[in-house]
């Protein structure tokens, strides 16, 4: 594939950073007014996307040269497969939580310009991760979107908020230098550097085996710190604090899978493979992987605080999309790259029907959400899609990329990881059935009185998400699964 000059991929990135500004020009209280601009913008970012499909298919890379600093300190946008895929997901996403926040904020009012302020930026930062050309935006636009959430996961400004805004931070802030110190000693090797298949770094001077180890880890610890790779993943659970809105952005879209699709860069397109082999250190990275997988399903199964269980959930299952790259064979890959779209949709769903069932019945423990599901029976019908979808049962989309993700394992020589991906899917069951089964077949007691269902902006979204989820479990063959294994073939065949 070419690189081809475009102003698409720029206008991806900065079409929600500058209309971000049209939700503070709006009055304080219009949620409407807001809530319109707000659409537009994401909207616009969106179609900007698919407008770069075309080419990206016609073997063409979009790209768009921002600017450049220094030698070799170039602000470079490209719109690659994976970038796209990424992108597509991430953008597609975001239209369907600004109408669910139209809902969402009529409960929750105070300081909505800068709400939605903040929330769009995290696009454009999103965006910008994705468009990525080299490590140097990669780390300005991960920097950036650790700046743009921040203020969401403070906002609604108690003790309990700060506290946790302080930790989450702290935490990223702490991952991006370790991505910026690993950035600058290949500098200092190979200046100017562009991300590609096959990666780059194989051109490093030799007897340098040791170093690119160390490289590696850095980078894996920087990006993973995001990702939740325990055990660099205090910051997540805390971060709950935060309006349903943003933690479904937080745990579905944004900020843990920009940090998946870090390492991916770093695993594919400035190491590789064969180099990682050499440096015998991917086994390593599966055992934390797979550790992380099976502890934060456990966590998660001690929870009983509903936001916390789904929080620690997503720990597990970013771990899946880690997995499947490190494994390094096709059907692997292939898997990870299902599972960042699957884990995207079926825990955004989760999410939206947690904030429902909160805003309506002011319970956020699990064990009073008995009998929820009569009440609000469409909303728990789509939460049990997303629950079951996670757990991997058909014909809900899950099912797929976990099929090639144990796939993956055994193609590798590696059926401990398959084992270990059962064993999580058994533990997914063991925390998501029982809240199932008791909505829709035990009695409760709600001290607030409950509606049939939420805000219809707020409920129509969650059911548009849950039927796609079972269109994409249903016709995968036809849909998901032909992108994800053209997308690994373009990563893996250098």
Known sequence: MTTTASVLPALAVFIPGLGAFLALLAPENSLRRITIYSGLVTLAGFIAVVLMIPQATGGLIPESKLLSLLPGFELNLRADLPALYFSLMSSALW??????THGYMHGHGAR???????????????????FAGNLFTLYFFFEMLTLA?????????????????????????????????????IQAYLPGEFFRPGGY???????????????LIILVAGFGTKAAIMPLHAWLPGAMVAPT?????????????????GIIRVLYFVYNPDIIRDLAVEHYLLVLVSVTIITGSILALRQDVLKLRLAYSTIGQLGYITLGALLFYPLGLTGGLLHLVNHALLKITLFFCAGAMINETGVTNIGELKGVGRRMPLTMLCFAVGGLGLIGILPINGYISKLYLLQGSM???????????????????????????????????????????SHPA??????????LCLVLGLFGNMTSIPAAEYIAAYILNY
């Open 411 to 453: 193609e590798s020589g590696n059926p401990l990881f398959a084992f270990v991906i059962l064993i999580s899917s058994l533990l997914n069951a063991l925390y998501y059935l029982p809240i199932i089964v008791n909505a829709f077949f035990k009695e409760g007691t709600f001290d607030r009185p409950v509606g049939n269902e």
């Open 112 to 130: 909505l310009k800068r709400f939605y302020f903040y929330y769009i930026i995290s696009m454009s930062a999103t965006m910008g991760v994705a």
């Open 245 to 261: 809105p943003v933690s479904a952005l937080l745990h579905a879209v944004a900020v843990v899978k920009s940090g998946v699709f």
């Open 95 to 100: 239209v369907f939580a600004i109408v669910y």
């Open 458 to 467: 707020m409920l129509i979204p969650t059911i548009i998400l849950a039927a």
């Open 201 to 215: 770094i194989g051109s490093f001077p030799e007897q340098s085996h040791t170093l690119l180890t160390i490289l």
């Open 149 to 185: 959430t921040y203020p969401l996961v403070i906002h609604s400004g108690t003790k309990d908020a700060h506290r946790s805004g302080t930790r989450y931070i702290i935490y990223c802030l702490s991952g991006g230098a370790l991505i910026v110190f690993a950035w600058l000693i």
